[in-house]
């Protein structure tokens, strides 16, 4: 059975043109330039003209938290992939920094069971490193695991691997990508005793970035790094948040990956938004936040995800040290890069580079990432408004109900996204019969 999408502006690696693609059930069976002929719109089952609308492989989000299981009141994975779906977004790699911690084997399966039956978008689960789980590393098939997640410095979850010959252990038998949250315990510690003996336990958020200082990342991260060339291992460090930390990645065995609300956002922000922008690593100054957007540029960090860590809104109340930290965003993570594509710092092109192509290729995931035969049917439909519209909490689908961007004003809107051939959302209703896929990798 065939699908036609036509009449729209077709944005690859192949470039940006007016074309059309035709699916063949799951998969892309041909991606032309031009309209379609009459004689193949008539074979067609179905045809949805775009009217000169983006379209886009389905966004590839590489990290996200979708608070399953444990934390379910925030979040789960049915409502947080529905979101996913809602922004363009047809694939995850969900954290594994839940009540309990996925660092066993069993708790790892548990969750994929569990997106396979609820999961408008395809998945994969991080499996969590622990001071004492190598051996179960070891044994996981990383054929079907997007890879181990780290976190050298604590964070939600308080999964923190902090015995140095556990890690380095970790790094030179484990084969497969290290994702890593890069902080230093010992710096965020000192800071905050510091900050605390100064001020005084109400701290407020502008403190933040204080305690989680660009220091804190840039000495975790050197030790990551120099500890990652010495056993020749895959390392991606995750939400890079300083200009300084650029140098030590070398774009081949040490990757970088970017989250979209580093790349929005700078100190400056932090009186206007508040607690909305409070996350860890903390967002820095406005020379790291463009130090960063000119490495997505120029293809120092190869991937765009969004570190998507939706908290009830009680939780995000009070000072910097009582506030919880994170923020939802993948509903709204492929509008919000292409913003500033219409801005001018990126563009089109640049947004599917880093949002599809680059998870695609930095993780090994098999048939996906691309408009191109043989390809999964993963498409984002994507219509420019240029008057613009404005996001409000009340767009977002998490149960959480609000979003960092309440407010600003976009000039892209996803109109529709297709999961392995399905319409999994449509003007803005959900398709609650579609199911994604397990990712599969060549890593």
Known sequence: ???LIYNGVVVNNNGLFRGY?????????EVAQGMPSHELMEQCHECHDV???????????DHV???EPGMTQKGDIASESRAAVAGGVTSVMDMPNNKPLTTTIDYLEA???KAAQVSPANYSFYIGATNDNLETLKHIDYGKVCGVKAFLGSSTGGMLLSDPQATKRLFQEVGTIIAVHSEDEVIINANRERLVAEHGLDLPLKFHEQIRSAEACYESTLRATRLARECGTRLHVLHLTTARELALIDGQNITGEATV??????????????NRIKCNPAIKSVHDRDAIRQAVVEGKLSV?????APHLPSEKQGGCLKAASGMPMVQFSLIAMLELAHQGVFTPQLVVERMCHGPAKLYGIERRGYLQKGYYADIAIVEQVPQGYTISDSDTLSPCGWTPLNGMTMHHRVTMTLVNGQVAYAHGKVNH???????????
Not at 261 to 274: I, K, T, V
Not at 435 to 442: N, S
């Open 111 to 113: 969750k994929y069971s």
């Open 433 to 443: 019969d579609v199911h994604g896929e397990r990712l599969r990798f060549t890593h």
């Open 1 to 3: 059975m065939l699908t």
């Open 51 to 61: 009217n000169g609308a983006y379209v886009m492989p389905g966004a590839i989000d």
């Open 261 to 274: 609300a580093h790349l929005l956002f700078s100190n400056l922000d932090y009186e206007r938004l508040g």
């Open 65 to 67: 938290h979708f608070r």
């Open 21 to 29: 693609v035709v699916i063949d059930g799951n998969l892309i069976a």
């Open 304 to 308: 765009i995800g969004t570190d998507h």
